[in-house]
T-cell receptor
Framework: GAGVSQSPRYKVTKRGQDVALRCDPI?????LYWYRQALGQGPEFLTY????????KSGLPNDRFSAERPEGSISTLTIQRTEQRDSAMYRC???????????FGPGTRLTVT | AQTVTQSQPEMSVQEAETVTLSCTYD???????LFWYKQPPSRQMILVIR??????QNATENRFSVNFQKAAKSFSLKISDSQLGDTAMYFC??????????????FGQGTRLTINP
């Protein structure tokens, strides 16, 4: 079946604007993760969901960042009042419940000008 | 908290050579998983190989193999007969074992590997 998809693939926004990044996991994958990857660095965990429940949001940098997954499938990561330091690749991954292997989407490259 | 360290920011070898990428990690957990991910210029994240900490035997996937030293908390990746398509950023990652639910991946900083023709 189809892999993890993310949209938009590229987003350029002005400082102070809100952005919403979307992740559509592999069908049947219960667990969904968000990571952020700065240029030249490894991905850093932001948050994850099992079904619609947000299990761990310890990696969200501050309260401008939030995520939801209301029906246990598609997830949205929202960044309010964007700042230049938010510029990064935002990656989504999904797995089966208790699955060890996470399957990554292509990412959304966010640029805040 | 777990940490993963990749001490080689960049490596370069000739095609067909063997190359080893280093990774060390710090954890107080006894049961966990270790991974190597490949990120080619397309910036996709591709799982190369994984190792369960409770298994003594080193994992192998075709030209890719690992040297897992649990006591030393070391997890190196060996690529044999390297190919131009192996050119990529390689990330080592750690995951705690959990009987239920999912767990986050903790990544190292990456090693940029270039295979020269």
């Amino acid at each position: 079946g189809a892999g993890v998809s993310q949209s938009p693939r590229y987003k350029v926004t002005k400082r102070g604007q809100d952005v919403a990044l979307r992740c559509d996991p592999i069908s049947g994958h219960v667990s969904l993760y968000w990571y952020r990857q700065a240029l030249g660095q490894g991905p850093e965990f932001l948050t994850y969901f099992n079904y619609e429940a947000q299990q761990d949001k310890s990696g969200l940098p501050n309260d401008r960042f939030s995520a939801e997954r209301p029906e246990g499938s598609i997830s949205t990561l929202t960044i309010q009042r964007t700042e230049q330091r938010d510029s990064a690749m935002y990656r989504c991954a999904s797995s089966l419940y208790s699955g060890v292997e996470q399957y990554f989407g292509p990412g959304t490259r966010l640029t805040v000008t | 908290a777990q940490t993963v360290t990749q001490s080689q920011p960049e490596m370069s070898v000739q095609e067909a050579e063997t190359v080893t990428l280093s990774c060390t990690y710090d954890t107080s957990e006894n049961n966990y998983y270790l991974f190597w991910y490949k990120q080619p210029p397309s910036r996709q994240m591709i799982l190369v190989i994984r190792q369960e900490a409770y298994k003594q035997q080193n994992a192998t996937e075709n030209r890719f193999s690992v040297n897992f030293q649990k006591a030393a908390k070391s997890f190196s990746l060996k690529i044999s007969d390297s190919q131009l398509g192996d050119t990529a950023m390689y990330f080592c990652a750690f995951m705690k074992h959990q009987t239920q639910g999912a767990q986050k991946l903790v990544f190292g900083q990456g090693t940029r590997l270039t295979i020269n023709p």
